[in-house]
């Protein structure tokens, strides 16, 4: 059986026992600082190497300069051949008018051109025959004049009957409304049996292969942007898996609130500053989006490497 004063230790055990623990402390101690020091350094060199080199937003959307097609003169449609979401080539037939007024308006105009000619022609030999005579004194100089006169206005109604012949002739083809660009239709208002008018909105064509991508960045992550920087993009629609590469192309003239309806007036009341955002154009590499299309006003993600000019 053991005594009590085997189960106290002794002041020289406590001692040793309080400088293992705190060499322990101490060796956490630098280990914790060896581990802060060592993310800070991998930190450091991320941002220095990599994050300092690239801005970035998820406030990106899909555009293009879609084709607004409309008429050029009246008419009542005919036939319809595309509707929404069809794929179309350039010089398609997209919409007929009835063409029987312009057919009308061509015949009468030929019917003129016609007459104006044989006029012009009869007038003109006219003119030469008494300019060969006037040398000889059988035609007077006032008859020439007179003559000269005649052909003059003969000429300039054969001009006029001309032109109103190739007016008819376009208005006549222009009853046939034809794709403008390869696309896809969209915003189809027109229909079979319609009066249309010279302007109205028929429908509208996507070029999917010049599809671009408007990138609004924070004001203060534009001070190293510029023209030709490489980019690489991410969609909503594919997600990671697919990267597209693209190129900045230009930067807006101004922010989305210096273009709004209403402008902001700072000016006035209490003003609480606001980081404002200005897009930037960026061009998609055409046969990464050939092999994954896109639509307009996708979301995207946009990353500018803006160490590369």
């Given at each position: 059986m053991q005594s009590a004063n085997d189960e106290i230790p002794s002041l020289t055990e406590v001692r040793e026992s309080n400088q293992n623990?705190?060499?322990k402390r101490k060796r956490m101690f630098k280990r914790l600082a060896l581990v802060v020091a060592l993310v800070a350094t991998i930190s450091y060199g991320y941002w220095a190497l990599i994050a300092s080199k690239h801005v970035t937003t998820d406030n990106a959307y899909t555009a293009a300069d879609m084709a607004q097609v409309t008429p050029s003169i009246n008419g009542i449609v005919k036939t319809i051949n595309v509707?929404?979401?069809?794929?179309?080539?350039?010089?398609?037939?997209?919409?007929?008018?009835?063409?029987?007024d312009a057919q009308v308006a061509l015949k009468q105009a030929e019917a003129t051109y016609a007459r104006n000619e044989a006029d012009w022609q009869r007038t003109k030999m006219n003119f030469d025959r008494r300019q060969q005579l006037a040398g000889s004194g059988f035609v007077s100089k006032e008859e020439l004049n007179n003559a000269d006169s005649a052909l003059k206005i003969a000429k300039a109604n054969f001009d006029l009957a001309s032109?109103?012949?190739?007016?008819?002739?376009?208005?006549?083809?222009?009853t046939v409304i034809r794709a403008p660009m390869d696309g896809i239709i969209a915003k189809r208002d027109v229909e079979l049996g319609q009066h249309i008018a010279a302007g109205t909105h028929l429908l509208s064509i996507i070029p999917m292969s010049?599809?671009?991508?408007?990138?609004?960045?924070?004001?203060?992550?534009?001070?190293?942007?510029k023209v030709g920087q490489p980019v690489r993009l991410y969609a909503d629609l594919y997600g990671s898996?697919?990267?597209?590469?693209?190129?900045?192309?230009?930067?807006?003239g101004g922010t989305g609130a210096a273009f709004?309806?209403?402008p902001a007036q700072n000016a006035t009341g209490n003003w609480i500053k606001v980081v404002q955002r200005l897009?930037?154009?960026?061009?998609?590499?055409?046969?990464?989006?050939?092999r994954h299309p896109l639509q307009v006003g996708l979301s995207m993600r946009a990353d500018?490497?803006?160490?590369k000019s």
């Open positions: 623990n705190q060499q509707v929404d979401t069809q794929t179309v080539k350039a010089g398609d037939v997209l919409v007929q008018l009835d063409d029987a032109a109103n012949l190739d007016q008819a002739k376009i208005n006549l083809s222009r010049q599809i671009y991508v408007n990138a609004n960045f924070k004001e203060v992550q534009l001070t190293h942007v898996n697919v990267e597209y590469h693209g190129r900045v192309v230009g930067v807006s709004a309806l209403i897009p930037v154009r960026i061009m998609l590499d055409q046969q990464e989006l050939a500018i490497n803006i160490g």
